[in-house]
């Protein structure tokens, strides 16, 4: 990941992304909001009724922050971009913000219960792809998750997204396949993966339809967990 890259886009982050997506009719909240509601899902089927403590790896400006926020006891974000990380700062309140080198976590073995990467490790070098993971796994405590939220490359339209967004250009996109693999590599157990964002629908059939197929690799992105 570069800092020099993501700090030219501190500022124009939202629009990028929504230039990108804009053959699909949607908003970006549309896709926060469903990463949003199937984080809740798998927050609450591991921790019940207890609020983790959590942590996002390569949050950005924290644009997701506002939809998972409630679900957290502590919550807090991290980014190569000190630029991103200050506007973070600036915009969000109840989240602890800090930049990092893109190496080493700068948090001690086992501080969260729940430690996600949202759409962050298609611009990991894929060299880097295992030492990313086992970083995140570190972090975690027992019994704690691992959650990788990624685009699906088998999904056309995420592709075109993709080409079309700026920022993605270095982008090596990978299957959630390759990701349960580098999470049993880096000794993660009770791997599953759910893919979503099928139907560019929010009613109550669309999400219900939407659950019932997780299992079929065709939609737009995929959410893979896995236990320390």
């Known amino acids: 990941m ?3 890259l993501f700090d030219q886009y501190d ?3 939202g629009n990028v992304v929504q230039d990108s997506i804009r053959f699909s009719g949607l908003k970006h909240d549309f896709f926060l909001q469903a990463k949003a509601d199937l984080m809740r899902e798998n927050i609450l089927s591991h921790f019940g009724s207890r609020k983790p403590d959590g942590l996002d790896v390569g949050c950005g400006i924290g644009a997701f922050h506002p939809y998972v926020r409630q679900y957290f006891t502590r919550y807090c974000g991290i980014d190569v971009s000190e630029k991103s990380i200050e506007q973070a700062k600036a915009a969000l309140n109840g989240v602890e913000y800090a930049a990092h080198d893109g190496g ?3 948090y001690a073995e ?7 990467t949202i759409c962050v490790m298609h611009h990991v070098p894929p060299a880097e792809w ?4 086992r970083e995140m796994r570190r972090v975690t405590r027992p019994d704690g998750i691992v959650c990788v939220i990624e685009h ?4 056309p339209l995420t592709r075109i997204a993709v080409n079309r967004c700026e920022f993605d250009a270095d982008a090596v996109l990978l299957r959630a396949g390759k990701t349960e693999d580098l999470m049993r590599e880096a000794g993660l157990r009770n791997i599953t993966s759910d893919y979503f964002l099928f139907l560019p629908f929010r009613s109550s059939f669309a999400q219900k ?3 019932s ?4 690799p065709l939609g737009a992105q995929y959410m893979t967990c896995g236990k320390v």
């Open 152 to 155: 699906n490359p088998w999904n």
């Open 209 to 211: 339809l939407e659950r």
């Open 2 to 4: 570069s800092q020099q």
């Open 11 to 13: 500022r124009s982050y």
């Open 104 to 106: 080493r976590i700068p």
């Open 130 to 133: 295992l030492s990313f993971m």
């Open 110 to 116: 086992h501080s969260f219960d729940f430690v996600s």
């Open 213 to 216: 197929i997780r299992w079929l």
